[in-house]
Each structure stands twice: as structure tokens, then as C-alpha cells.
T-cell receptor, first 115, second 113 residues
Framework: GAGVSQSPSNKVTEKGKDVELRCDPI?????LYWYRQSLGQGLEFLIY????????KSGLPSDRFSAERTGGSVSTLTIQRTQQEDSAVYLC?????????????FGDGTRLSIL | AQSVTQPDIHITVSEGASLELRCNYS??????LFWYVQSPGQGLQLLLK??????LVQGIKGFEAEFKRSQSSFNLRKPSVHWSDAAEYFC???????????FGTGTQLKVEL
């Protein structure tokens, strides 16, 4: 597709379960980012990947959060042992490269609800 | 660390009226600056960006923004608002490398017909 694709669009799960969120970036974009949007914290950076370089994980809130990017394309954000405070919209973005003058293009997000 | 302030949480304007959304940033040098718009249930759409050069930048949907270094501001403007502009608007900065965006808390725009 032409844009960033995220799945699922909505996810409801019970506290303590693990969840996986998927992001398919725009073709040809080497940089991929994850952000979290929550009522209490606004939009927060989580992690980014640039090509084959080590990812910048500086925004991950705890060790329950991890992400990987396979083959330089699709990325999966995993949250283990989910807590209610993990409820948020998780947004993925991609850009041509990790350079400040390359605008990021966002997907529609995954709305995660922890019961 | 850089920060972004959007002082107006909610703004209501009448259709056809002009609009200005405020954004102030805190950073030692000139950052890269962005405005995004988010409609309900959707992701963020880039309206415009400032990197360098002309301080008045034009974006999509008739929006423009002016970078004022002396005021550390990057306010978004539109001369005549349309009902379809009702959405949430986010100002963002990238500073310090890595293309990590720091967002403001957003301004919710309501348009009265």
C-alpha cells in the first residue's frame, strides 16, 4: 500500500497477557518509529530503527516492552504481561531515513485496551 | 531536553473565521519544526514543516506557519477555516539528532457552522 499499515486496528486483552502489534512501513523507507499516545502522557516516542543499525530504545517505558524489525521492513512491538496503564494508541511511523529533515509518515495506529 | 508547549487545549472558531494555533518550543538551537493534524480514529497527517530558510512556510489544506526565532514560536495559521478542519493539531520538534519527535499536548479545534 501507499501508506504505513498497522494491525490490528483495535486490540482488547486481559491484564497479564502478552500482545503483539504490527507495523508495515512505506516501501523504501529505511527508518521506522513507534510512538504511544495516551490520555495522561500525550504522544511519546518509544523506539526507532534505522536500516541495520542498533535501534534507539531510549523511549521504551519498561523491560516489558520490546520491538524488532525483520528484514528491514515490517516491525513488531511486543508488550509482555500487560498492565492497565499500557492502554493507549500505539502509532507507527516511517521516513526515508533517520535525519531530521525527513518527515515521518504515520499509520492509523492500534488502539490497545487492557481489561 | 527540548520541549513543546501548546498553550490552548481547546479552540472554537466559526466557519470562515481566521485561525491561529500557538506553539512554543524550548531548545538551544533552531530545531526542525512540524505541525501534524489528527482526525478521530486516524493517525497523524503532516501539514507542514520548517527546516531552514524562509520563516513562513506553506502547507497543505491552506495552512501556513511562521517561525519566529526571537519568540521560540511556530504558530499555525489559516485565513478561513472550513468545517472539515475540526480535528486535533500537534506541534512537534526534532532536535538533537535521531529524528525523534517531541510533541506538544495538542490543540483540539472545534468549528461552529
Amino acid at each position: 500500500g501507499a501508506g504505513v499499515s498497522q494491525s490490528p486496528s483495535n486490540k482488547v486483552t486481559e491484564k497479564g497477557k502478552d500482545v503483539e502489534l504490527r507495523c508495515d512501513p512505506i516501501s523504501g523507507h529505511t527508518a521506522l518509529y513507534w510512538y504511544r499516545q495516551s490520555l495522561g502522557q500525550g504522544l511519546e516516542f518509544l523506539i526507532y530503527f534505522q536500516g541495520n543499525s542498533a535501534p534507539d530504545k531510549s523511549g521504551l517505558p519498561s523491560d516489558r516492552f520490546s520491538a524488532e524489525r525483520t528484514g528491514g521492513s515490517v516491525s513488531t512491538l511486543t508488550i509482555q504481561r500487560t498492565q492497565q496503564e499500557d492502554s493507549a494508541v500505539y502509532l507507527c511511523a516511517s521516513s526515508l531515513m533517520v535525519v531530521g529533515n525527513q518527515p515521518q509518515h504515520f499509520g492509523d495506529g492500534t488502539r490497545l485496551s487492557i481489561l | 531536553a527540548q520541549s513543546v508547549t501548546q498553550p490552548d487545549i481547546h479552540i472554537t472558531v466559526s466557519e470562515g473565521a481566521s485561525l491561529e494555533l500557538r506553539c512554543n518550543y524550548s531548545y538551544g538551537a533552531t530545531p526542525y519544526l512540524f505541525w501534524y493534524v489528527q482526525s478521530p480514529g486516524q493517525g497523524l497527517q503532516l501539514l507542514l514543516k520548517y527546516f531552514s530558510g524562509d520563516t513562513l512556510v506553506q502547507g497543505i489544506k491552506g495552512f501556513e506557519a511562521e517561525f519566529k526565532r526571537s519568540q521560540s514560536s511556530f504558530n499555525l495559521r489559516k485565513p478561513s477555516v472550513h468545517w472539515s478542519d475540526a480535528a486535533e493539531y500537534f506541534c512537534a520538534v526534532e532536535a538533537g539528532g535521531g529524528n525523534k519527535l517531541t510533541f506538544g499536548t495538542g490543540t483540539q479545534l472545534k468549528v461552529e457552522l
